[in-house]
């Protein structure tokens, strides 16, 4: 009994990541009818319990304060507010509810798996990729 219970706590450990540090993904929209190209870059700060996601590019740039639910490997980002304490934007509109899931990260052989929920870039943009990359563990 005592060994299988040590193999099932060595099992979670490993199956568990250390998701501490910054991510970023970034996104070609494509050309708009204007002529420019449109891109979107994201980058997840994460250390702890806590987070930020910060969201700019064309007619964009948004600070969410986001938490998180942690589940084996994957690790959901969830909506808590903006950076200003509020629900709504700056236009005062409640794009997300509070805990609605904005993007799920899990990790699949060595690579980050992106999971679009809450938030989705772009009609186009597939819903799962490999869009985040951690550029700094902490």
């Given amino acids: 009994m005592i060994m299988s219970t040590i ?4 099992t979670v450990a490993f199956v568990t990541p250390n998701w501490n540090g910054v991510f970023h993904c970034d996104i070609d929209l494509g050309q708009s009818n204007a002529g420019p190209f449109v891109w979107i870059e994201y980058k997840l700060q994460i250390q702890d319990e806590e987070c930020t996601l910060r969201s700019l590019g064309v007619q964009t740039d948004e600070r969410i304060k986001c938490k998180l639910n942690r589940r084996g490997p994957a690790l959901d980002v969830l909506f808590e507010s903006y950076s200003n304490g509020n629900l709504t934007n700056i ?3 409640q794009v997300y509810e509070r805990d609605a899931v904005l993007v799920q990260l899990r990790q ?6 992106t999971q679009w929920f809450t938030i989705q870039p772009s009609e186009n943009t597939p819903q799962i990729s490999h869009c985040f990359q951690r550029t700094e563990k902490r």
């Fill in 91 to 93: 236009h005062g509109v």
């Fill in 108 to 113: 699949d052989q060595g690579r980050i798996v």
């Fill in 7 to 10: 193999g099932f706590v060595a």
